[in-house]
């Protein structure tokens, strides 16, 4: 049957059916983005806050970069990835203490059978030693080279010092130079009233008295200026 065919009634009916099913379809849609916004960027994400500096021997201008831009000098975390899955944590610690040195812990990943995943956590003491052992073994060969070692030294910005973290106001160190060319005028003016209080005290020479001359002197005298 043609649209013209059909009765008014007819034709009401079936655009209001047409729309209810647009409806529909739009709120379904409109569902579905909202929860896949959700799972991507809401507050279900489990994307890590700790920085990662990898290292992968860069050049040199590249190097220099990346040191100004991520400060390590507190980083003491290495995750060390692809080792093989038959070791234990003695094993771990056992050689990096050998091969880097102040090891304070180690912790291995496992999956939900227990088995070990190949990714260690190792704290060192200091951050020259984990950036030691990431420069010394990122990128170092496994088993004749089945595979290569991989480590990420962690950096988290909680671990940070308070002191590297605070900025004093600019304000309080202008009055601490103020004041210490205060102490410093202080310390000049001082010295200049004990140099006058110095010569004060020394003894005044006594102004000789000029010798009387004799007669024949004074004779002589008159004599040359009469000349």
Do not use: C
Request: aromatic share 4%; hydrophobic share 35%.
């Amino acid at each position: 049957m043609s649209a013209l065919d059909k009765s008014l009634d007819d034709i009401i009916s079936s655009s209001k059916s047409t729309r209810r099913v647009g409806r529909k379809f739009g709120k379904g849609v409109a569902k579905q983005s909202n929860k896949v916004g959700k799972k991507v960027g809401g507050p279900n994400s489990k994307a890590k806050k700790s920085a990662v500096a990898i290292f992968k021997k860069p050049e040199p201008a590249v190097a220099a970069a990346l040191s100004a831009a991520i400060d390590t000098s507190y980083a003491t975390k290495v995750v060390a990835s692809n080792l093989p899955k038959d070791l234990k944590q003695e094993n771990v610690k056992d050689f990096f203490q050998s091969q880097v040195g102040g090891v304070i812990s180690v912790a291995l990943t496992y999956n939900e059978k227990g088995q070990f995943r190949g990714i260690a956590t190792i704290i060192f003491r200091n951050h020259k030693l984990a950036s030691k052992a990431v420069e010394k073994y990122n990128g170092a060969a496994i088993d004749n080279g089945s595979s290569k070692l991989k480590l990420e030294l962690i950096v988290d910005p909680s671990k940070k010092p308070l002191t590297s973290r605070i900025t004093p106001n600019k304000v309080a160190a202008t009055a601490g130079a103020g004041k210490k060319k205060l102490a410093v005028a202080k310390k000049a003016a001082v010295a200049v009233k004990a140099k006058a209080n110095t010569k004060k005290a020394q003894p005044k020479k006594k102004q000789q008295k000029p010798k009387k001359k004799t007669v024949e002197e004074l004779d002589q005298e008159m004599a040359e200026y009469f000349a």
